[in-house]
């Protein structure tokens, strides 16, 4: 069983850059993939951005080149550096691990443990 709480969220301004981190506790990371996801008010949980087991990274063609995934060198620390924030950004941001096929990585239901999730709100 893995545990994992989100931070970092908050109230920024078209521009700004925030970064969510995610703490792991009950186990590590090590042998999952790693992932954020997002949801918006009346919208479906969707993909943000995985660290594979591989390593190998990938991201929604709307944060790409704008946010940037890693794992913290203590295996139980994920990141979601958020820059050039956006309006549309907002959301709750969740934090996740699984271990899902290539095809399968925007899947939510591929995902076996999900934080509380964290708010963050920009303004234009």
């Known amino acids: 069983q893995v545990q994992l709480v989100e931070s970092g969220g908050g109230l920024v301004q078209a521009g700004d850059s925030l970064r969510l981190s995610c703490a792991a506790s009950g186990s590590t990371f090590s042998g999952y993939a790693i992932a954020w996801f997002r949801q918006a008010p009346g919208k479906e949980r969707e993909f943000v951005a995985t660290v594979r087991q591989t390593g190998t990274t990938h991201y929604d063609n709307s944060v790409k080149g704008r946010f940037t995934i890693s794992r913290g060198n203590d295996k139980n620390t994920m990141y979601l550096q958020m820059d050039t924030l956006k309006p549309e950004d907002t959301a709750v941001y969740y934090c996740?691990?699984?271990?899902?096929?290539?095809?399968?990585?925007?899947?939510?239901?591929?995902?076996?443990?999900w934080g509380q999730g964290t708010q963050v709100t920009v303004s234009s």
């Open positions: 996740t691990v699984g271990r899902p096929i290539l095809s399968s990585i925007r899947d939510p239901n591929m995902y076996y443990y």
